[in-house]
């Protein structure tokens, strides 16, 4: 098995899958010490033809292939989407359209983030050889066990595809699906802007000191992880940017009285540069404070009526055979207990007619459930 590494190769096989309604896609990247991913491999293939593409070869132009990731008449097949997009949105090639097998196996009946390896062996009646999974794709040659396991990544997901689509589509669940696409292919998903770095955390407080620090100190890690090309978390950790917030530092023995900030990190060069921004944007919290609103409700959500929330959701998600976590979450759930018109996705399309209709006819006191053997039931109950 040869990958392909040459811009004639790459341009005879993109021309191969021109004519394909759909393209399998993976890939395998490198990313444990960096903050950027380092593609190694993309693996492709269509209903009858297969190819591995080699990125660090050397003169290697991957437009074709980013053409046709591009193609509006292509329907892109991923499991597990995200990363994989992530690292072709920041080639210039969105994949759109787009099918993800995991989010679609969750609206078959497969449970939560059904593993790609148990979706295989369920619907192929085959089993993936994992043996090279965490092997270093970066190294060459690559060896003919990694090519292997490689392609049968793209050559199951091409076989499953058909599969999962038409059992999605016998049971009317197609548009569910092409409507998760949507979210998976907004670019705003993949934003790596420093300025919106911020948005990604929660902040705990709304004062404009605590929150004019939260918001430096997150876009200071994001331009620093990206300019030294580390996980952000090696730079700081999550739970650091609410303790900054908090404590507002701005002096090497105030970092050194915090329990998330590494030691040492006030007196290095890393700690010298956070305490200039941070002294910059406390000279005038309220000019570098994001607007945030506060929370319309300062009350709790009440205990009981999300656990019958909870009760509800698992009922509808086992009866329909729906993965409870495409329906909603918790945090969902504890909205909706507060206000009928909460801004959840629970409450709108699919997911109301499923389960958001009876769960404001529960807090109604319009249903009740009960148990029928160990099968819990939604009854009318009669005014």
Known sequence: MTPITTNDALAAFCDRL??????????EFMRETTYWPKLCLIQAASATDSGIIDPLAEGLDLEPFLALLRDPD????????????????????????????????????????????????????????????????ARRPLSDAQLTYALGDVTHLAALY????DRLDKEGRLDWVMAEMEDLTDPAVYDTEPENAWKRLKPKKYAAKYLAVFKAAAVWRERAAQERDQPRGRILKDEAIDELATQAPTDVDAF??????????????????????????????????????????????????????KVLLKAKSDNAGVATKLIANVADLEKIALDD????????GWRRQLFGEDALKLKRGEIALVLNGARVEVVEIEG
Do not use: C
Request: glycine letters at 8%.
């Open 18 to 27: 021109k004519g394909a309604p759909f393209i399998a896609v993976d890939t």
């Open 74 to 137: 292509i329907l892109k097949v991923f499991h597990a989407a995200r990363q994989d997009v992530e690292i072709f949105v920041k080639l210039g090639a969105m994949p759109k359209p787009m099918f993800d097998t995991q989010v679609a196996a969750m609206a078959a009946g497969f449970g939560d983030q059904v593993s790609y390896e148990s979706l295989v062996r369920q619907m192929l009646r085959q089993e993936v050889d994992k043996g090279s999974r965490f092997t270093d794709w």
């Open 162 to 165: 058909p599969k999962l689509r």
């Open 256 to 309: 050194n009285r915090m329990r998330s900030i590494p030691k040492g990190f006030g007196g290095s060069r890393l700690g010298q540069d956070l305490i200039v921004e941070l002294k910059r944007v406390l000279a005038d919290p309220e000019a570098h404070a994001p607007k945030l609103e506060r929370p319309a409700h300062g009350q709790p959500a009440p205990p009981s009526v999300v656990e019958l929330l």
């Open 341 to 348: 018109d909460a801004p959840v996705e629970a409450l709108h």
